[in-house]
């Protein structure tokens, strides 16, 4: 619900970076500080997925749309739309093929349609493809002509009748900007059926869905100036409604049913629980790992109702990294995942007891035995 690497120079950017170790020793610093139980994890299904290792640096890499999980790759001038399966047996039921608008390289945001199509966001258009490649239709906006790390995202409503998207907008009558905007485009012709100015400008934007399919989704708008602003976004026939996400400001933010987020900092040094009318819960990786460990990945989520998890190791680049499981309240540790073979630092929770992780060009899912 997808966004390399946070710290370039201590500024967070747009892009997301992952690494891929060689086997997994385990360190004896963590298991002289850290006695958790050691969880086995069951392999469930594997599968080649061509271009997955460059994709993790994406923010529409992974997606949560129309109450399905996807997984979207580049590689040679094209997109690749995978829907991860309902059947724990499987990784992919599906998967679709479209030319890549920007094959000259510059960034677009893609997002699966319920009817099969694909709405894509670039710097100045905003594009639907039907699923047998030709275009719909085009909304042109003005682009960012002067903020090279500025990009817009979309997704249809949960409710499927309108594509969100966000970008630069107009300029006023003395020639400054009065922030980017968010339009609901009717999602069969494009029509404009709202528009709200948001509190970003340049913005990075990325959309993601709540599991239980509530009519709000998750905004993230993220600067290097200004670091990252939480907004949900309602779409109703009265128009757009924007509001703040409660204390949620981190743009690494996992999405639980009732509306529960699980934010981590750009830096990996905290891990942040927020929920509209309950107190925010915020755990600090110095009070639950080892010294100068912290948190990494960059994809807490929920596995279930109960368990988060989220990758810890030693260093904010390390190559290696250990899977902790959460419980989702009190996000103090319940278990490590003790995998057969290495588990890098990507993972991936689906919220039905399963996960996924990356080796590669293949993906693997996951349950805890």
Not at 67 to 81: D, E, K, M, N
Request: aromatic share 8%; charged share 20%.
């Amino acid at each position: 619900m997808l966004a390399g690497p946070p710290y370039g120079d201590d500024e967070p950017t747009h892009r997301r970076q992952f690494y891929w170790p060689g086997r997994y020793t385990p360190d004896t610093d963590w298991e002289e500080h850290m006695n958790h139980p050691r969880l086995p994890a069951r392999l469930l299904a594997r599968e080649s997925l061509p271009g997955i290792t460059e994709a993790l640096g994406n923010m529409d890499c992974w997606l949560l749309r129309d109450g399905a999980h996807w997984l979207v790759t580049r590689q040679q001038g094209t997109i690749t739309t995978s829907r991860i399966s309902t059947d724990r047996s499987q990784v992919v039921a599906a998967r679709a093929t479209w030319s890549d608008p920007a094959a000259d390289g510059s960034d677009t945001y893609c997002s699966p349609l319920p009817d099969g199509a694909l709405a894509t966001s670039a710097r100045e258009a905003v594009t639907v493809h039907e699923p047998d490649g030709t275009v719909r239709w085009e909304h042109h906006h003005r682009g960012w002509q002067h903020a090279p790390e500025a990009s817009g995202a979309c997704m249809p409503d949960p409710a499927g009748r309108v594509l969100l998207a966000t970008m630069a907008g107009p300029l006023g009558a003395d020639g400054v900007s009065r922030g980017d905007i968010c339009r609901a485009l009717d999602v069969v012709t494009g029509e404009v059926l709202a528009e709200h100015v948001l509190p970003s400008f340049s913005a990075t934007y990325a959309f993601q869905q709540f599991p239980d399919a509530r009519p709000e989704v998750l905004l993230t708008a993220s600067t290097a100036q200004d670091g990252t602003q939480c907004l949900l976004i309602t779409y109703t026939t009265d128009g757009l409604d924007v509001r703040a996400a409660g204390t949620a400001e981190e743009p690494y933010v996992g999405l639980g049913t009732d509306g529960v987020l699980v934010s981590q900092d750009v830096g990996g040094g905290y891990l942040c629980r927020t929920q509209g009318g309950a107190d925010g819960v915020i755990i600090e990786a110095g009070e639950v790992l080892p010294e100068e460990w912290v948190f990494v990945g960059y994809t807490p989520g929920f596995v279930d109702e109960k368990r988060v998890l989220v990758v810890a190791a030693e260093e904010q680049w390390a190559e290696e990294g250990t899977h902790l499981l959460l419980d989702a309240r009190t996000l103090r540790p319940l278990a490590e995942v003790d995998y057969p073979e290495t588990s890098g630092v990507f993972a991936v929770p689906l919220g039905d007891g399963t996960w996924l992780t990356a080796d590669a060009e293949t993906v693997l899912r996951w349950s805890s035995v």
